[in-house]
């Protein structure tokens, strides 16, 4: 049972334009979201995190929004560079219960120029 | 500030071989995770140390997995004996105690044959 789901597996978009990655979850306890980026034969990076108290954060070209009604968080990279090009990874944790964090599978993001 | 290191970064042992992966955290992160990702899934929570006590060790697949922290900074994870279900890539994570933020390793890559 999936907690955290990434529907697209991949998403190309242009560079300069906003590339949007969007994020569902199930668990209702969840009250940390983060998103990691991941370059191949790398680990992930820490991109940018929002907790369940606030709605939007931003961090330079990155934001990150929540919608805790639907359950949904997206990542906004405005304008969107070729560095950009990887494999995003949304997650949740439940920072009041325990700290491990569930991940999606990933969205593939290609940056075409 | 040096990340968090991983050794090997490749693993290729057969099925009944005994493999030893190690992580070393950020220094004075006293929070430690091990996390896998088995191939087209999910990157998977196994365990989580706090020094060098064993926090939360709900994610590991079976008795064949030992993780240690002896002295709260290194840790390892032996796979004893390996099967072929093992082969994926093994993350660690490191956190310090104020932030929620987990900093992930470059992972091992084992592959059991």
């Known amino acids: 049972d999936q907690q955290v789901k990434q529907n697209s597996p991949s998403l190309s978009v242009q560079e300069g334009r906003i590339s949007i990655l969007n994020c569902d979850y199930t668990?209702?306890?969840?009250?940390?979201f983060l998103w990691y980026k991941k370059y191949p034969a790398e680990g992930p990076t820490f991109l940018i995190s929002?907790?369940?108290?606030?709605d939007k954060n931003e961090d330079g070209r990155f934001t990150v929004f929540l919608n805790k009604s639907a359950k949904h968080l997206s990542l906004h990279i405005v304008p969107s560079q070729p560095g950009d090009s990887a494999v995003y990874f949304c997650?949740?944790?439940?920072?009041?219960?325990?700290?491990?964090?569930?991940f999606g599978k990933g969205t593939r993001l290609h940056i075409l120029p | 500030e040096a990340g968090v290191t991983q050794f090997p970064s490749h693993s290729v042992i057969e099925k009944g071989q005994t493999v030893t992966l190690r992580c070393d955290p950020i220094?004075?992160?006293?929070?430690l995770y091990w996390y896998r990702r088995v191939m087209g899934k999910e990157i998977k929570f196994l365990l989580h140390?706090?020094?060098?006590?064993?926090?939360?060790e709900s994610g590991m697949p079976n008795n064949r997995f030992l993780a240690e922290r002896t002295g709260g900074t290194y840790s390892t994870l032996k796979v004893q004996p390996a099967e072929l279900e093992d082969s994926g890539v093994y993350f660690c994570?490191?956190?310090?105690?104020?932030?929620?933020?987990?900093?992930f390793g470059p992972g091992t890559r084992l592959t059991v044959t």
């Open positions: 997650a949740a944790s439940a920072v009041n219960r325990d700290d491990k964090i569930i």
């Open positions: 668990n209702s306890m969840f009250d940390y």
């Open positions: 220094s004075g992160h006293d929070n």
């Open positions: 929002i907790s369940s108290i606030k």
């Open positions: 994570a490191s956190r310090r105690g104020s932030s929620y933020e987990q900093y």
């Open positions: 140390f706090v020094k060098e006590s064993k926090q939360d």
